[in-house]
């Protein structure tokens, strides 16, 4: 399957831009260097990427640590830590995953190794160092973080200085004035070589298990190695999924675990479906659900409903703080009586506008947004009651909520200089923050905006 640029923005449901300024282009990514991640924590520490190995003074039963990557993604760099020190990576904990494509720093904990011991780690290949290390009388868990502050170089901007300046200017402004970015879940979240994730939890959600299976093992896309299309090309004209089993790269570890049960079980796609690892099978739910959340957000733009403020049947999240860390303290729903109130409070800060994230337990909205919900779901054909899977509930989902739009924090541009790489071009280091569960690439998505999201390092 080949896609244009507009296309897999449909397919993802990202459908529109906030801005109307004409973006930037350019490249990101080019190397991992140029796409730099430091996690901050709850009471706003920074985990620096540079720094030497050092145990600082703690105590507990936790060992927290600093753990800097690179090209890897956050399980596969645990699981290095935890084959060198000869024990079950399911004994550390992360707050959150980070981009395999950059380098990173993110807090890790594990129980049962003590920091002198951590410290001890080394990796030949030199793409997983440990820096601080320190003990904790708790255990670090998901979502324990602030946010990430990111370090990005766009490349190959084929533009004066002066319209480089000028445009970002704009774009800035403009998402001032538009209330922020929309949160849209970005194309790290469905995959750009192969953006299905969210087709086959859609084919989840609708109990169609041999569709899910085989658009994950068949589904073609252009950008996959040689070896891997003519292995799923193979497999799609004769469902030998013994024969396939000897094609599949050895790296598509799900695919080859999924044909290793249909060559003895060849008609049973749930339990197929049910040999990938929890974490996986849920992410394909989640995928479908932030493809759906997308949406909605995109026909909210489209019919030009704020975002930085509720209109009638509008959820508001009202919230609390503590220290860095930011917490829903109540859902509110705007109606004629409240509506202006809680504006008042998400000016002020103290509130913010969320939409759904569907799951069994969702409330629609009332009014034109419930209007928007109403109309997509019954486009894709779903009932918000399908997200509970009786057959697999440890997949099921309650739903939850979502900011419909943020503003980048503390975005600095470090210089625009003629780019080494790309003669006759132009390159842009830019610094901003996000709030966790934000992506980087929707709101480089904005002032970029690309002709071709693979090329452009998407």
């Given at each position: 399957?080949?896609?244009?640029?507009?296309?897999?923005?449909?397919?993802l449901?990202?459908?529109?831009?906030?801005?109307?300024?004409?973006?930037?282009?350019?490249?990101?990514?080019?190397?991992?260097?140029?796409?730099?991640?430091?996690?901050?924590?709850?009471?706003?520490?920074?985990?620096?990427?540079?720094?030497?190995?050092?145990?600082?003074e703690?105590?507990?039963?936790?060992?927290?640590?600093?753990?800097?990557?690179?090209?890897?993604?956050?399980?596969?760099?645990?699981?290095?830590?935890?084959?060198?020190?000869?024990i079950?990576?399911k004994?550390f904990?992360?707050?959150?995953?980070?981009?395999?494509?950059?380098?990173?720093?993110?807090f890790?904990?594990?129980?049962?190794l003590?920091?002198?011991?951590?410290?001890?780690?080394?990796?030949?290949?030199?793409?997983?160092?440990?820096?601080v290390?320190?003990?904790?009388?708790?255990?670090?868990?998901?979502?324990?973080?602030?946010?990430?502050r990111?370090n990005?170089?766009?490349r190959?901007?084929d533009?004066?200085?002066?319209e480089?300046?000028?445009?970002?200017?704009?774009?800035?402004?403009?998402?001032?004035?538009?209330?922020g970015?929309?949160?849209?879940y970005?194309?790290?979240?469905?995959?750009?070589?192969?953006?299905?994730?969210?087709?086959?939890?859609?084919?989840?959600?609708?109990?169609?298990?041999?569709?899910?299976?085989?658009?994950?093992?068949t589904?073609?896309?252009?950008?996959?190695s040689?070896?891997?299309?003519?292995?799923?090309?193979?497999?799609?004209?004769?469902m030998?999924?013994k024969?396939?089993?000897e094609?599949?790269p050895?790296?598509?570890h799900?695919?080859?675990?999924?044909?290793?049960?249909?060559?003895?079980?060849p008609?049973?796609?749930?339990?197929?479906?049910?040999?990938?690892?929890?974490t996986?099978?849920?992410?394909?739910?989640?995928?479908?659900?932030?493809?759906?959340?997308?949406?909605?957000?995109?026909?909210?733009?489209?019919?030009?409903l704020?975002?930085?403020?509720?209109v009638?049947?509008?959820?508001?999240a009202?919230?609390?703080?503590?220290?860095?860390?930011?917490?829903?303290?109540?859902?509110?729903?705007?109606?004629?009586?409240?509506?202006?109130?809680?504006n008042?409070?998400i000016?002020?800060?103290a509130?913010?506008?969320?939409?759904?994230?569907?799951?069994?337990?969702?409330?629609?909205?009332?009014?034109?947004?419930?209007?928007?919900?109403?109309e997509?779901?019954?486009?894709?054909?779903?009932?918000i009651?399908e997200?509970?899977?009786?057959?697999?509930?440890?997949i099921?989902?309650?739903?939850?909520?979502?900011?419909a739009?943020?503003?980048?924090e503390?975005?600095?541009?470090?210089?625009?200089?003629?780019?080494e790489?790309?003669?006759?071009?132009?390159?842009?280091?830019?610094e901003?923050?996000?709030?966790?569960?934000?992506?980087?690439t929707?709101?480089?998505?904005?002032?970029?905006?690309?002709?071709d999201?693979?090329?452009?390092?998407?």
């Open positions: 399957m080949r896609l244009s640029k507009a296309a897999l923005d449909k397919l449901g990202l459908e529109v831009y906030i801005t109307s300024t004409e973006g930037i282009g350019g490249e990101i990514k080019y190397s991992i260097e140029d796409f730099l991640v430091e996690e901050i924590s709850e009471d706003g520490t920074i985990c620096s990427i540079t720094g030497e190995s050092k145990v600082i703690g105590s507990g039963d936790y060992t927290w640590f600093i753990l800097v990557k690179r090209g890897l993604d956050t399980l596969s760099a645990i699981r290095k830590v935890a084959r060198y020190f000869k079950s990576s004994r904990t992360a707050a959150g995953l980070k981009d395999s494509r950059a380098v990173t720093a993110q890790v904990c594990v129980d049962g003590s920091p002198e011991e951590l410290l001890s780690f080394k990796d030949e290949r030199g793409k997983v160092r440990i820096l290390a320190f003990r904790r009388p708790f255990k670090l868990m998901p979502g324990m973080l602030y946010g990430n990111f990005v170089i766009i190959n901007i533009l004066t200085v002066d480089i300046e000028k445009r970002v200017d704009r774009i800035l402004s403009e998402i001032e004035e538009k209330g970015v929309p949160a849209y970005g194309y790290q979240r469905f995959g750009t070589i192969r953006p299905i994730t969210h087709v086959v939890g859609r084919h989840v959600v609708k109990r169609d298990f041999k569709k899910a299976i085989l658009t994950l093992l589904e073609i896309f252009p950008h996959e040689e070896r891997a299309k003519e292995a799923r090309e193979y497999l799609k004209n004769t030998d999924f024969g396939a089993l094609l599949f050895r790296t598509l799900h695919e080859r675990a999924i044909l290793y049960y249909l060559a003895k079980h008609d049973d796609f749930f339990g197929a479906f049910r040999t990938l690892p929890l996986i099978r849920r992410l394909f739910i989640g995928a479908f659900q932030a493809y759906l959340f997308n949406r909605v957000l995109s026909e909210r733009i489209k019919r030009e704020p975002l930085h403020k509720a009638v049947g509008d959820i508001v009202v919230l609390s703080r503590r220290d860095f860390s930011i917490r829903i303290k109540g859902i509110f729903r705007a109606n004629s009586l409240n509506v202006d109130k809680l008042e409070f000016e002020r800060g509130a913010a506008l969320v939409l759904n994230v569907f799951g069994y337990n969702t409330v629609l909205c009332e009014g034109i947004p419930g209007e928007i919900e109403r997509v779901l019954r486009e894709e054909g779903i009932s009651k997200f509970r899977i009786k057959h697999m509930p440890e099921s989902s309650r739903g939850t909520f979502r900011v739009a943020f503003h980048p503390d975005v600095k541009i470090h210089g625009i200089e003629k780019d790489v790309f003669p006759q071009k132009h390159r842009l280091h830019l901003f923050t996000l709030k966790k569960g934000l992506y980087a929707t709101f480089l998505r904005e002032l970029m905006k690309p002709s999201v693979y090329k452009a390092g998407f």
